[in-house]
C-alpha cells in the first residue's frame, strides 16, 4: 500500500495557499471544486504522493454532504487548521472493502467522487472509509483508487502543467502521529492493514514511514508533521498549524 496523499484543513482560499507556497519557492496548484461537497482545495505533488488543502467554499453544501471526509473537516476547523488526516491507494478498491469486511470492520462500502478541475474537466476516483464517529481520537485512514494508472495519471498531471521537474525531486519520508497511546494505535492499523512494522514506533507503507509518538500537549490526536526530503530548502515551515519538515 502506498501513501497517496495527506489532508490539510486549511482557512485561506486555494489561489491564496498556492501563491504562499510558490513564494516559498514550491509548485503547488490551485486543485478544483468538489461541487457535491461544498469544498474546494490547492495541492502540491511530490514523486510518488501529494498534498492537499482542502478548504471551505460552500458551508450550507457542505453541512449537507454526508460524506466522511467533510464530516472530519467541519470537526476539525471548529477549532483551527491543521491536518487531518492521511490517505491510502489501492488498485483494488473492492477487494479491499470485502476483506475489511471479513475481519468484521464497518465500512462505508465503495463511495464514488469526483473533483471539477480549473480547466472545466473533471477528474474521477473511488473512496472507502472505516466507519467511526468523528472525535478527538485519531482517524482511521482512508483509501482511493483513482480512474486511471498511476502513469496515466502523472503524464496527464505533467501534460497540465501540475507536476513540474521540481515536484519529482520531492518525497515523503515520513508522518508523525501524536497519540495516547501508540502501541493501541499501531496494533489496530497492523490488524485492519496488514501493515508490517519498522520498530517499537513505526509502520511501513511502501513509500514512506508512520511514526507514532506520545501526545503530549493534551490535544486532539492528529497527524502533526511530515517529512520531505527532495527540496531546495532545509527548514521547518509550520503553515496554517501544520509543521512541514523539509530536509
Same mark, same amino acid.
Given at each position: 500500500m502506498y501513501?497517496?496523499?495527506?489532508v490539510h484543513?486549511?482557512? +485561506?482560499?486555494?489561489?491564496e495557499?498556492a501563491e504562499?507556497?510558490?513564494e516559498?519557492?514550491?509548485h503547488a @496548484?490551485? $486543485?478544483g471544486?468538489h461541487t457535491h461537497?461544498g469544498?474546494?482545495?490547492?495541492l502540491?505533488?511530490?514523486k510518488?504522493?501529494y498534498i492537499?488543502w482542502?478548504a471551505?467554499?460552500?458551508?450550507e453544501?457542505?453541512a449537507k454532504s454526508n460524506h466522511?471526509l467533510i464530516?472530519?473537516f ?5 477549532? $483551527?487548521? $491543521?491536518f ?5 491507494r489501492?488498485?483494488s ?5 470485502l476483506?475489511l #469486511?471479513? +475481519?468484521g470492520?464497518?465500512?462505508?462500502g465503495v463511495?464514488?467522487?469526483e473533483?471539477k478541475?480549473?480547466?472545466? /474537466?473533471?477528474?474521477k476516483w ?5 466507519k467511526e464517529?468523528v ?7 482512508f483509501?482511493? &483508487? ?7 495519471r502523472?503524464n496527464?498531471?505533467?501534460?497540465e502543467?501540475t507536476i ?5 525531486k520531492?518525497s515523503?519520508n515520513a508522518?508523525?502521529f501524536?497519540? @495516547?497511546?501508540?502501541? &493501541?494505535?499501531m496494533?489496530?492499523w497492523?490488524k485492519?492493514?496488514?501493515l ?7 509502520? /511501513? ?5 508512520? @511514526?507514532? +509518538?506520545?501526545?503530549e500537549d493534551g ?6 508533521s511530515?517529512?520531505?526530503?527532495g527540496?531546495?530548502?532545509? #527548514?521547518?515551515i509550520?503553515y496554517e498549524q501544520?509543521t512541514?519538515?523539509f530536509c
Amino acid at each position: 500500500m502506498y501513501l497517496d496523499h495527506i489532508v490539510h484543513h486549511v482557512t +485561506k482560499t486555494p489561489k491564496e495557499v498556492a501563491e504562499d507556497w510558490y513564494e516559498k519557492r514550491f509548485h503547488a @496548484v490551485v $486543485g478544483g471544486q468538489h461541487t457535491h461537497w461544498g469544498t474546494y482545495n490547492a495541492l502540491l505533488y511530490t514523486k510518488n504522493s501529494y498534498i492537499e488543502w482542502l478548504a471551505l467554499e460552500h458551508e450550507e453544501v457542505a453541512a449537507k454532504s454526508n460524506h466522511p471526509l467533510i464530516d472530519l473537516f467541519l470537526h476539525d476547523l471548529k477549532t $483551527g487548521p $491543521g491536518f487531518g488526516t492521511i490517505c491510502i491507494r489501492t488498485s483494488s478498491i473492492d477487494e479491499l472493502c470485502l476483506k475489511l #469486511e471479513e +475481519k468484521g470492520i464497518e465500512t462505508s462500502g465503495v463511495l464514488h467522487a469526483e473533483r471539477k478541475l480549473t480547466s472545466g /474537466l473533471v477528474r474521477k476516483w473511488k473512496m472507502l472509509f472505516v466507519k467511526e464517529e468523528v472525535s478527538e481520537a485519531l482517524p482511521t485512514p482512508f483509501f482511493i &483508487e483513482w480512474e486511471k494508472s498511476d502513469n496515466e495519471r502523472y503524464n496527464l498531471l505533467q501534460k497540465e502543467g501540475t507536476i513540474d521537474e521540481s515536484n519529482l525531486k520531492l518525497s515523503i519520508n515520513a508522518c508523525e502521529f501524536h497519540v @495516547v497511546n501508540p502501541r &493501541e494505535v499501531m496494533d489496530k492499523w497492523k490488524k485492519y492493514f496488514d501493515l508490517k512494522e519498522h520498530d517499537d514506533q513505526t509502520l /511501513l507503507l511502501s513509500n514512506t514511514h508512520l @511514526v507514532f +509518538k506520545r501526545l503530549e500537549d493534551g490535544t486532539k490526536e492528529r497527524l502533526r508533521s511530515i517529512h520531505i526530503s527532495g527540496s531546495a530548502i532545509e #527548514e521547518v515551515i509550520i503553515y496554517e498549524q501544520a509543521t512541514y519538515c523539509f530536509c
